[in-house]
């Protein structure tokens, strides 16, 4: 299984801290609120234990809502924000402000939901492209709804598949939501994303 | 040339506190750059080490930065701080404003410190 | 290889095509400057290629400038990702209107925008803009929603008076408490409570006192002028009323209106302690100013006390405070 030192974790969170940061200031100037996201831990896991992770809070079938994202260019990966749906929902009406309860996502709400996945996903990816100095081209959100498995597998990826799992701390309103970004990536963007967090280390020890 | 400072740099990342390091090194090899790790660490070396400038990261576990920053501004009140953070919101303005302190964006480059001791140098 | 006439038909075909879609096409160079606007972004801006080719596009549409689409234009030029602005999350940003007559009315296109990266031969990257009118779709949404909301007010409705009950007041004032937040706009809340009705249920009996607050209730109730004004049953012989973008003033009016509204209902009242041998009522006044947001107990707090205060100082009077 794949995985990095500890200094090669932490540039990595720090990475995505700075991302879901930026994220977060977009989303507090839609909501006129304070807004705060970070990522208190990363971790690699094949897609099975990746879906199982995710159902475990909440194992009812066709409930995670996920909004993803493909990129391609220095590399390639399917980028997905998940939430188990009750939290999509409550995310969305919070950003939203509606507060009539209705039992599953419209279609607006689903839009929002996408345009949320579009502005943390870019920002994440974003940082992450920046940092390490390469060009990506991004596609379109596109919503899902289903068991998290269903979802990976949408994705495009093999049950051995090693997914990078972000865990992802949202907070609006006294409203503390947890969900997650899952990066699908394959070997070759695996060993790539080793060899650019160890240059990234380098130059911020003067040594590159 | 400046007489030599104390730089206290407060971050979680251990990367992000290296980072700070070089760019400051690179601007004042001589300057002494102390690190923190968390809130409640960063009082206790500040008060072992007075520091001429703190620097202090806003999203950390248990005493958070603005927590921290607050306390050292009592204990401090001559010493500049700089809040470091990816997200600025109004929030963060007005509680940095309040506290008569600045705030630096997210990632840290080597011009945007050098801005912050440019700045400081003027003040 | 393609010859020069067939290259100048095929671009005169492409700049039909463009003028032709029912959607809005902007495209921005590196710089930001607009470079193409086409046929229906004129119709409904109302600013012709002259006001905007070459321009900045912040210049162009001046409102727009710090905000989401800023965002998603940095996003699409310099790191090449497109960005999707929902009609939920971001209402209608441009200044469209489907009409003469709705821009009379200042009512815009409701809009769903895409930002995306576009590569240009020979420069640096460019963004497209475009800009569906979904209005529609929303005006679909609402109409659903309302239908919903009459549907759900049947559980929202309290049993005995048939007006708003605790439940809906609840989630009304939630609504109107984060809605004033964002729009900048005072919330007034009215606590309004039956004097001496205890008294009253004792000597009459309690079908008396039943018909006694259907009575009011109904009275009160009929009192609203828009939509978004609620009024619930609170509590046993306790009323509240939710008035958003009410000020101070304009929510003393009103409770005036309402206390002289019981008052004049004159149903005989013999135990109402020495006062006026009839139904009264006391109220307590609670605003929240604009820009000065406060918790929503503490609004609920503010207008208790006043109604105690109301009641302290004699009842069938009103009294406010301000929420601390």
């Known amino acids: ?67 993803s994202q493909h990129y391609e260019g220095a590399f390639s990966t399917e980028a997905i924000l998940m939430f188990p749906e009750d939290k999509s929902l409550e995310i969305v009406r919070l950003m939203v402000g509606e507060s009539v309860p209705l039992k599953e996502l419209t279609e607006m709400e689903q839009e929002a939901m996408c345009e949320i996945g579009n ?24 919503y899902h709804i289903g068991t998290s498995d269903e979802i ?33 990536l394959d070997i070759s963007a695996l060993h790539d994303l080793k060899e650019q967090i160890n240059l990234y280390i380098a130059r911020a020890m003067g040594q590159a | 040339m400046t007489p030599a400072k104390t730089v206290l740099i407060v971050d979680d990342s251990r990367v992000s506190r290296m980072m700070a390091r070089q760019y400051i090194a690179g601007l004042h090899a001589d300057w ?21 400038l703190i620097l202090m990261d806003v999203n950390m576990p248990g005493m958070g930065g603005i927590a921290a920053a607050e306390q050292l501004r009592q204990e401090f009140p001559a010493v500049p701080i700089s809040l470091l953070t990816a997200n600025v919101q109004t929030a963060t303005r007005e509680r940095a404003a309040q506290l008569g302190i600045g705030f630096m964006e997210k990632p840290i480059t080597e011009a945007r410190i050098a801005q912050l001791l440019a700045a400081l140098e003027a003040a | 290889m393609m010859n020069p006439v067939n290259e100048a038909h095929r671009l005169h ?18 710089e930001r400057r607009v470079v193409l606007w086409n046929s229906w972004m004129i119709k409904h801006s109302g600013l012709g290629h002259d006001k905007v080719i070459g321009a900045d596009f912040f210049t162009v549409c001046p409102g727009l400038r710090g905000g989401r689409m800023e965002a998603a234009i940095q996003q699409a030029l310099y790191n090449n990702f497109p960005s999707l602005l929902s009609q939920t999350l971001n209402k209608a940003p ?79 004032m939630e609504k109107e408490h984060r809605r004033a937040k964002r729009g900048g706009t005072p919330l007034s809340l009215l606590m309004i409570d039956i004097d001496h009705f205890k008294a009253y249920n004792d000597h009459y009996g309690h079908q008396k006192g039943d018909q006694c607050l259907i009575q009011v209730a109904a009275a009160l109730a009929g009192m609203l002028k828009r939509p978004c004004d609620l009024m619930a049953r609170y509590g046993g012989e306790e009323f509240a009323m939710v ?48 820009d000065t947001a406060v918790e929503i107990e503490t609004l609920i707090g503010a207008a208790d006390r006043a109604l105690y205060l109301a009641k302290r100082n004699g009842r069938n009077r009103i009294e406010s405070m301000l929420p601390a």
């Open chain 1, 1 to 67: 299984m794949f995985s990095l030192s500890e200094l090669e974790t932490d540039a990595l969170i720090e990475i995505f801290n700075i991302g879901v940061g930026q994220a977060a200031a977009s989303m507090s100037a839609i909501v006129n609120e304070t807004v705060r996201m970070s990522v208190p831990s990363v971790s690699f896991i094949n897609r099975t234990d990746a879906a199982r992770l995710l159902d475990g809070k909440a194992p009812e079938a066709g409930a995670i809502c996920g909004v």
């Open chain 1, 119 to 142: 502005i943390i996903l870019n920002s994440c990816v974003g940082t992450l492209a920046n940092i390490f100095q390469r060009e990506l081209h991004g596609s379109l959100p596109e």
């Open chain 1, 152 to 184: 990976l597998i949408a994705s495009g990826s093999r049950h051995d598949t090693v997914v990078l799992m972000l865990h992802i701390d949202f907070v609006l309103e006294k409203h503390q939501i947890h969900g997650y970004v899952a990066f699908v």
């Open chain 2, 32 to 52: 002494i750059v102390e690190e923190a790790g968390t809130g409640e660490e960063s009082l206790v070396k500040a008060r072992a080490t007075p520091p001429d």
């Open chain 3, 13 to 30: 075909l492409l700049h039909s095509v463009l003028c032709a879609v029912n959607l809005g096409a902007i495209v921005l160079d590196n």
């Open chain 3, 94 to 172: 441009f200044v469209l209107h489907a009409s003469p007559v709705t821009a009379a009315r200042n009512e815009r296109i409701q809009q769903a925008v895409e930002v995306t990266p576009i590569a240009v031969e020979g420069a640096p990257r460019h963004c497209l803009i475009q800009i569906n009118d979904v209005s529609i779709a929303v005006g679909r949404e609402k109409l659903l929603r309302e239908q919903a909301m009459v549907l759900r007010s049947q559980t929202f409705a309290d049993g005995l008076t048939g007006i708003a009950n605790r439940r809906h007041f609840d989630v009304a």
């Open chain 3, 243 to 290: 008035l958003p973008e009410t000020d101070v003033e304009q929510a003393t009016v009103m409770a005036e209106a309402i206390r002289a509204r019981a008052q004049e209902l004159a149903i005989p009242h013999e135990r109402n302690n020495g006062e006026l041998p009839q139904i009264t009522v006391s109220i307590g006044i609670a605003t929240q100013k604009v």
